[in-house]
T-cell receptor, first 114, second 111 residues
Framework: NAGVMQNPRHLVRRRGQEARLRCSPM?????VYWYRQLPEEGLKFMVY????????ESGMPKERFSAEFPKEGPSILRIQQVVRGDSAAYFCASSPGSLNQPQHFGDGTRLSIL | GESVGLHLPTLSVQEGDNSIINCAYSNSASDYFIWYKQESGKGPQFIID?????DKRQGQRVTVLLNKTVKHLSLQIAATQPGDSAVYFC??????????FGAGTRLTVKP
């Protein structure tokens, strides 16, 4: 059983460029969550999506950040015009969807901004 | 455990001893909790979960205790092994099924 797959594992961008992070949920999982983690800190919720719908984006910055989970293909977290402060590890999790089911995480994308 | 500032709380135990990692949660209405283990360079790995209608749940070598009165969660690891060295996070389910993570505790197992 393939777990949650994230790519790329490492991404380097220069200030002002765009970063696109991809996440393929576990088979059978229709709910995707994105989190951000700074070194030595816990994960901070960003956005929760179901297929073609954003359920909760309360943790996402209002500008430059967007997320989608299309009917076909992986979920994408897009960061436009990246700044140094965007450097972090971004984790994706998926769940089957029913309440009180554990979320399973990928191994993250480490984004570095030069 | 919780932490303020940049440094994770740490717990150092001898191999073979039992470990207890503590966590205080914030929302008295939370009804679902998970303990995750995170090794360096990897994503959080599910260890065990518990619902608010339970006080205790046991897995293989791990036990989670929930005290709703004081909003406290603990993870007990029996016969700790070097492979248990990692950062451990407690997480509570938020209003929209997102998980709210604590700051984490770094467990170091000495051989």
């Amino acid at each position: 059983n393939a777990g949650v797959m994230q790519n790329p594992r490492h991404l380097v961008r220069r200030r002002g460029q765009e970063a696109r992070l991809r996440c393929s949920p576990m088979k059978g999982h229709s709910h995707v969550y994105w989190y951000r983690q700074l070194p030595e800190e816990g994960l901070k919720f960003m956005v929760y999506l179901q297929k073609e719908n954003i359920i909760d984006e309360s943790g996402m910055p209002k500008e430059r950040f967007s997320a989608e989970f299309p009917k076909e293909g992986p979920s994408i977290l897009r960061i436009q015009q990246v700044v140094r402060g965007d450097s972090a590890a971004y984790f994706c999790a998926s769940s089957p969807g029913s309440l009180n089911q554990p979320q399973h995480f990928g191994d993250g994308t480490r984004l570095s901004i030069l | 455990g919780e932490s303020v500032g940049l440094h994770l709380p740490t717990l150092s135990v001898q191999e073979g001893d039992n470990s207890i990692i503590n966590c205080a949660y914030s929302n008295s209405a939370s009804d679902y909790f998970i303990w995750y283990k995170q090794e360096s360079g990897k994503g959080p790995q599910f260890i065990i979960d518990i619902r608010s209608n339970m006080d205790k749940r046991q897995g293989q070598r791990v036990t989670v205790l929930l005290n709703k009165t004081v909003k406290h969660l603990s993870l007990q690891i029996a016969a700790t092994q070097p492979g248990d060295s990692a950062v451990y996070f407690c997480a509570e389910r938020g209003n929209n099924n997102d998980m709210r993570f604590g700051a984490g505790t770094r467990l170091t197992v000495k051989p």
